[in-house]
């Protein structure tokens, strides 16, 4: 699909500089433009690169003044990175603007399905499933009996989400994540074999929840597993049963959190971070890297190491670790010294 800069400053509200008929039909980063391309400047490092870009359009800030000749039509906004931002938006929506049922797929006859829907081929949908108005699945997923999806909610092809689960609106499940698998439930018995416990629980994601590709949410034993509005989850993260994440905490790849730990709101966890099970992280607390948590978090804090302590203790005991071959140096130095003198 093609736009000209007239159509773009129109979605943009901003202001047309040079032809306003030319055409683009994709985007592509200032210093990899090339004819039919739209780009933006923004940071003002790759200024360079507008004078030589072969982008056809470039948006800029409304205050961008050119100091040589260029070829690239601009389309000056107030903000350059939102308003490019927002063509990004507007591009991802018509790119997934698919409606209709596709074939071969099953639908159970017990599902009720909402307007505006668009159903993959190779798709499941299982009985008694409820699925709102503008949903998107695409092919070769799983919705299994008794689920629940809100409206505007789009699952990915090859995501599986286990009976029961409740999806809110506005969502995003990416590819490969499974949603509602059994938790880690097993108990020991007398031969020192492992019984396994059921997971007849559930997972709920509220609205405005983005799960990440191959990311796995485990159902509850009892109860459900609760990820709360607004919470991103990237790849390939593991969620256990019974742990709730609170609003608009974001979680970063390949982090693990183990069964029946509560995540407060606003919290930010880097990749690779361990949490333990059955403890209580506070709100607002930020958690750098590969960083281990073993204990209870009060609300604010800033974590890193592994186990993990306070930020700034971890910054100053690194100072140490890092010199650590100087200062044994100097201690046998001073050893050597003393016993001399004795």
Known sequence: MKFTAEQIAGILEGTVVGDPNVEVSKLAK???????????????????YIYSTKASITIVNSDFTAEEDLETTLIKVDDAYG??????????QIK???????????????????????????????????????????PNSYIGDNVTIGDNTIVFSGAKIYSDCVIGKNCVINSGAIIGADGFGFMPN???????????????????????????IDRATLGSTVIKSGVKLDNQIQIAHNVEIGKNTVIAAQTGVAGSTKIGENCQIGGQVGIAGHLTIGSNVKVQAQSGIGRNVKDNEVLQGS?????????????????????VKTINDLEKKVDGNN
């Open 30 to 48: 200032i210093e990899e433009g090339i004819p039919g391309s739209l780009t933006f400047l923004a940071n003002p490092k790759y200024k360079s």
């Open 190 to 216: 007398e031969k020192g074999e492992y019984n396994k416990v059921p997971q007849i629980g559930n997972v709920i994601l509220e609205d405005f929840v983005d799960i990440g590709a191959g990311t796995t």
């Open 307 to 327: 186990p993990s302590f306070g930020y700034t203790d971890w910054n100053k005991s690194y100072v140490y670790f890092k010199n650590l071959p100087k200062l």
């Open 96 to 138: 997934l603007n698919k409606s209709g049922i596709e074939q071969p797929s099953f639908i159970s006859d017990t599902a009720e399905i909402g307007d505006n829907i668009y159903i993959g081929a190779f798709t499941y949908v299982g009985d008694s499933v409820k699925l709102g108005e503008n949903v998107k699945i695409f």
């Open 83 to 92: 308003a490019f931002t927002k063509l990004l938006e507007y591009y991802n």
